[in-house]
């Protein structure tokens, strides 16, 4: 007998503050976006300098 994932959906909530919620989840998901962007350019600048730091040597 083989056993099959079942998915149990998400209880839907219609409340004020959960409908809030859901209007912002999209502009923290679009924050934390910006912020690794973000590092990533700090990493890449950390990296070259590395670089060019063992260049110069």
Do not use: G, N, V, W
Not at 5 to 24: G, L, Y
Not at 37 to 51: G, V
């Amino acid at each position: 007998m083989k056993k099959k994932e079942i998915e149990i959906p998400e209880p839907t909530d219609f409340s004020p503050k959960a409908f809030k919620k859901r209007q912002r989840e999209p502009a923290l998901a679009c924050a934390e976006i910006a912020y690794l962007k973000e590092l990533e350019a700090l990493d890449r600048q950390k990296q070259r300098q590395k670089k060019e730091k063992s260049l110069k040597d």
